[in-house]
């Protein structure tokens, strides 16, 4: 599983610049991040492995598709 990092500091300091109070500022990033680390990323490794069987089943179908129309005109 892939992690992505959080800066923290960075985004309380945004928060706070908006007008935000700091402890409120600090408790929305201490969800954010909680929240965050929850979540799966989906590498392409993962996309690679799931796509596979969708393009082999669109080559049977296009194969099939085209023997049809040869079938039929020829």
């Known amino acids: 599983m892939s992690t992505v990092t959080f800066d923290t500091l960075k985004f ?8 935000i109070k700091s402890l ?7 969800a954010y991040r909680d929240a965050s680390n929850d979540q799966e990323l989906v590498t392409k490794k ?11 089943m669109l080559g049977v179908i296009m194969g099939g598709i085209v023997a ?6 020829f």
């Open 68 to 73: 049809l129309i040869v079938k039929t005109f």
């Open 46 to 56: 993962d996309l690679q492995i799931e796509l596979a069987p969708i393009k082999v």
């Open 12 to 19: 309380v300091k945004t928060l706070e610049a908006s007008g």
């Open 24 to 30: 409120e500022a600090e408790a929305i990033a201490t």
